[in-house]
Structure formats: structure tokens, C-alpha cells
């Protein structure tokens, strides 16, 4: 019999299989299968590869903005390109290229994508420990500006065409390879410009991208997460308008005050639960694996009783702040400004809104919810300037491409998957909204990283070597697995 051990923190709950942790990192799982000559692949020499290359492409300065994504392009076109695989370049600007490769199947089935973005967000350099661009390995660690966002997913899916090719793999589909630009604010040069202008060249059923993880507590796999949909950002503004005077004279107008009591309306208002078919899954897979006095909220959350629902929502808002994020559109102030001198009452304040919208909400609907909210004539409510991805329905959990990601989760992770929606956004959807059945995956992170200040977009951002090569096993599963040929008796 299994026992659970439940460890609480970041406001969710991870659970460890006692005795069951999946192996150690470096173990890879299962083995994969041998190539068309009955070589099986050498893990040890393919893991050594797996972080050459990553350290390479780490080592180059690809911060957005900034626009500087060749280099990285330029040298993983150049190892596809030795390899004898077909590789095409695109770019809308010259210093901004994105890369596709293709691995030609015998075209019974349709092509299946793997992909990450090359660029990465900016750095003050003084923070850093370790200098971000040199991918320094210090105690089992990758440090640097990437390391899991995103080009351990880029590195990854390199290994996959690599292993692939070498092996000579007969393959049902063909396995298409996007290294995008500019997915850290300039979608324009990336995957819009992929999908408006090149799309033919990169056209699937299905695909693999950022966006889910393994978790780790405190060394030990405990469940894992893949991204089948994801919340859509808006940005929404309050502008208050008032009457300009003398701060020593105090204004029933105040466009300071009357757009502090809007903005304060949204601390006690939320819109209301409504779950999906991922966050149904979600929640109902994770109450069956987590303990008592956890699992309760889970299975509330989706009993449809709308006392019970309430009360999982209360517990969750206090206490795991995501999982109550994961249950609407949801709302949170961001920037206040007004006012120019401690004497001067402003005629103009404005607040902006980070709103992240379920797939299917109706935004001008949802717009005319927030004006009743903020029930104030002075203060204006209207969309902010941002780039806007579409909303598009989920992926499904019954298809191919999740069975696949779920058996080799068990047999690399030896755990638990969990369908996921994402709070944050991620280029798939612009796949999605094409028809593309797309799955977030990630390597295994320890949930102590993050609150210590080792996660995505910190100044420490650092991967674990072992858990690096791991994941580029388990995507090869994974692929191998949708793309390989079958013989006539085996089936998916």
C-alpha cells in the first residue's frame, strides 16, 4: 500500500509518495526504446551533449528587450544543419530569427511541434551571484538568465530532434522543431509572425511547449503539471477626473480619493467560480492523491454545491492564492498614478488592472461587470493598451498526445500528472486558436527555489543538471511515443 507524506508551502499543496519518489534525478526512469538498428542510445553521453548545449545557448545574451536572439538561432540552426536535418530560418527582423526543423515521417499522421523561445527577460547584474550569461555549474546547479524559462525547454527539444535523427527512427509524423524570438514582449517578431506569416512550416496536431513542471519537495518528486489551456491577460484602466485646486484645501472631488475607493472595492469583490474541464480534472485528480484534511477543499470546489464551493473558495483565496485564481477571471491593481506636488490636488489619477480572463469570457461583457462594480460616474473603465492573445478551448485530455504525456510522466517521474490551467500566458495560444491540441510541459523544480529566489525571472535563475537531463529523456519519450511508426499489431 502507498502511504502519502502532504508538505505545504507556496500556498499549495505538494504530496511525496513515500518510498516512491520516482528515483533519483539522474535516473531517467525507463529506458527509451532502440533506434531502427537496435542501438540502444547511450543516456550518459546524450545527458553530457544535452548540457553543452544548453550551456551554449545560455552563455549568449538573448535578454528582451533587447532583440538579440541570432546568435542563439545561428548556433542551433548549425548543430540541426551537421546533423543532415532540414532547417529554414524566419525573420521579421534581421537580429531577431526564429528557427524551424523538421525530421520528415511517412506522413500517415499529422506533424507533431516541439518548441521554446530563445529569448529571455532582463537582469540588473549587480543581483547576481553568479554573472547570468555564463551558465556557471556550481553544485549540481545551472545558474543563468534561461535555465527554466525557457531554454531548457529549447535545449530539450534540440536533444529530441538529435536522438531522433541518430537513431534513425521510423516515424508515423513528421517532428517539426521551433526555437521562437521575442516571447518575452515581442510577440510580433515570434510566434504572430510564425503563425500569420509561415504557419504551413510549422502546422501540427499537436504540441509541446513551456508551461507545466514536475515539483519537487525537498529533493523528492511529488506531482507533476501540464498546461492543457491557459488564462487570457487583459489590462483594464480606471481614470478618475476632478476638480484641480489647493491640497490646503480639501475637494469632495479628489480624483486621488475617488479612484482609491474604486480601487479598493476589488480587495472584497471577486467574480464568481466557474471551472472548466481542466480545473475540474485538476481538482478532482488532486483530491484523490492528497491527504484528508487537504482533499476536502478539492473535492468542495467541485461538488456544485454551492455552500461548499464558497467555503473551498474562502480557504483558498487565504491560503493557496493560485488554486483560487485557477477558479475565475481574476483581478488584481497594479499601478496608481496621480499627482505631481504634495500641494497640488490633481485633476486626473489612474489605476491599471492585471485581469487574467478565463479562455471563454466575453471581455466586453466583463468590461460592463467592472463598471458596475466600480459604480462611479467620475471614473472612467475602460481596456489598456497591451497585447492581447486569443481565447481559445482547452486541449484535450482524452487525446493521444495527454495519454503519452501522462505514461511518461510514470515512467520517467513516477508520479501523479495534473492537468492544468495556467494563470499566466504562454505562446500557445496562439497555436491553440489555430487548432493545435497544445500541452505545456517542464523539467522537475524544487517549490524551495522559488521563495528563495531561484525561480523563473529572479536573480538566481538555476536549474538542476541532473533534472536537466531528465526532462530532455522524458520529452524524447514523449515524442517518440506520438511520432514513432507502428507495426501493424501495436496500437497507441
Same mark, same amino acid.
Given at each position: ?168 527512427? @521510423? ?63 487583459? @489590462? ?50 488532486? @483530491? ?205
Amino acid at each position: 500500500m502507498l502511504r502519502y507524506r502532504c508538505v505545504i508551502g507556496l500556498g499549495i499543496v505538494a504530496l511525496a509518495l513515500v518510498g516512491c519518489s520516482g528515483g533519483s534525478a539522474g535516473s531517467g526512469g525507463g529506458s527509451a526504446a532502440a533506434g531502427a538498428d537496435g542501438k540502444p542510445i547511450d543516456w550518459a553521453v546524450a545527458d553530457s551533449e544535452t548540457v553543452r548545449h544548453f550551456q551554449a545557448i545560455m552563455r549568449m545574451d538573448t535578454r528582451d528587450p533587447g532583440g538579440g536572439e541570432k546568435p542563439a538561432a545561428d548556433y542551433l540552426a548549425s548543430v540541426l544543419r551537421s546533423e543532415g536535418i532540414e532547417v529554414q530560418t524566419f525573420a521579421l527582423e534581421p537580429g531577431r530569427p526564429n528557427v524551424v526543423a523538421r525530421i520528415r515521417g511517412n506522413g500517415s499522421k499529422r506533424p507533431i511541434l516541439v518548441m521554446g523561445h530563445t529569448d529571455v527577460v532582463s537582469v540588473d547584474t549587480s543581483k547576481w551571484l553568479h554573472a547570468p550569461f555564463a551558465a556557471v555549474r556550481d553544485s549540481g546547479w545551472i545558474y543563468g538568465r534561461g535555465a527554466v524559462d525557457d531554454k531548457d525547454n529549447v535545449a530539450a527539444s534540440l536533444m529530441v530532434m538529435l536522438l531522433l535523427k541518430r537513431q534513425g527512427v @521510423a516515424l508515423d509524423r513528421d517532428v517539426i522543431f521551433l526555437a521562437e524570438s521575442g516571447e518575452e514582449g515581442a510577440t510580433h517578431v515570434g510566434i504572430q509572425y510564425m503563425v500569420e506569416q509561415h504557419f504551413p512550416e510549422i502546422d501540427a496536431e499537436y504540441c509541446l511547449a513551456e508551461g507545466g513542471r514536475v515539483s519537487r519537495v525537498g529533493g523528492a518528486v511529488t506531482v507533476s503539471t501540464v498546461a492543457t489551456t491557459e488564462k487570457i491577460p487583459r @489590462a483594464i484602466t480606471l481614470t478618475a477626473r476632478g476638480i484641480s485646486g489647493h491640497g490646503s484645501v480639501p475637494l469632495e472631488s479628489n480624483a486621488v480619493v475617488q479612484l482609491s475607493a474604486a480601487v479598493a472595492r476589488f480587495a472584497s469583490w471577486h467574480p464568481p467560480v466557474r471551472l472548466n474541464e481542466t480545473t475540474r480534472e485538476y481538482f478532482t485528480r488532486l @483530491a484523490r492523491i492528497s491527504p484528508p484534511e487537504r482533499a476536502r477543499y478539492y473535492r468542495d470546489v467541485v461538488s456544485g454545491d454551492p455552500r461548499r464551493v464558497a467555503m473551498a473558495d474562502e480557504h483558498f483565496f487565504r491560503n493557496e492564492p493560485r488554486h483560487a485564481s485557477m477558479l475565475r477571471t481574476s483581478i488584481s491593481p497594479t499601478i496608481v498614478q496621480g499627482g505631481y506636488r504634495v500641494n497640488v490636488i490633481p485633476s486626473e489619477a489612474t489605476a491599471t488592472l492585471d485581469v487574467r480572463m478565463l479562455p471563454d469570457e466575453d471581455p466586453t461583457a466583463f468590461l460592463e461587470v467592472i463598471r458596475r462594480t466600480v459604480n462611479n460616474p467620475a471614473i472612467e473603465v475602460a481596456y489598456g493598451q497591451r497585447a492581447v492573445r486569443p481565447g481559445t478551448p482547452a486541449a484535450s485530455l482524452a487525446s493521444e498526445a495527454f495519454r503519452a504525456v501522462e505514461a511518461a510522466t510514470t515512467s520517467v517521474y513516477n508520479t501523479t500528472t495534473l492537468p492544468t490551467m495556467l494563470t499566466g500566458a504562454t505562446d500557445m495560444a496562439y497555436l491553440r486558436d489555430k487548432g493545435m491540441e497544445c500541452y505545456g510541459i517542464g523539467p522537475a523544480v524544487d517549490e524551495e527555489d522559488v521563495p528563495r529566489g531561484y525561480g523563473a525571472h529572479s536573480d538566481q535563475e538555476r536549474i538542476l543538471e541532473a533534472e536537466l537531463t531528465r526532462f530532455a529523456r522524458f520529452q524524447y519519450e514523449v515524442v517518440r511515443a506520438l511520432a514513432g511508426a507502428r507495426g501493424p499489431t501495436e496500437r497507441p
